[in-house]
């Protein structure tokens, strides 16, 4: 059973940065994919990013290319999302997920796919 826990949310001006943390324990594979959704208030939950454990292939949603980047530290089990360059449509609940998922965007971006959810972390950019 894959735990995950996210932090580093919080409140940054226009322009400003912030990264996210997941820390996964419990055996998340080489085979599991981890990827970052958000969630605005009275909108559905959207792709953001996803890496995989093994080769550090990545993939992301056109909204944040050129400004969020991913990447993982497999000794700590950890995934990071630098965002940077963040705007206000930027303002969310982040959360992380991780399956056993075919590394391909149609999979990818499907939040039905994955198995393990963490409890999220609230990213708010004032204008």
């Known amino acids: 059973q894959v735990q995950l826990v996210e932090s580093g949310g919080g409140l940054v001006q226009a322009g400003g940065s912030l990264r996210l943390s997941c820390a996964a324990s419990g055996g998340a594979s080489s085979s599991y994919a981890t990827g970052w959704f958000r969630q605005a208030p009275g909108k559905e939950r959207e792709f953001v990013a996803a890496i995989r454990w093994s080769g550090g292939l990545s993939y992301y949603a056109d909204s944040v290319k050129g400004r969020f980047t991913i990447s993982r530290n497999n000794a700590k089990n950890t995934v990071y999302l630098q965002m940077n360059s963040l705007k206000p449509e930027d303002t969310a609940v982040y959360y992380c997920?991780?399956?056993?998922?075919?590394?391909?965007?149609?999979?990818?971006?499907?939040?039905?796919?994955?198995?393990?959810w963490g409890q999220g972390t609230q990213v708010t950019v004032s204008s």
């Open positions: 997920a991780a399956g056993s998922i075919l590394f391909s965007p149609v999979v990818l971006r499907d939040v039905d796919k994955y198995d393990y």
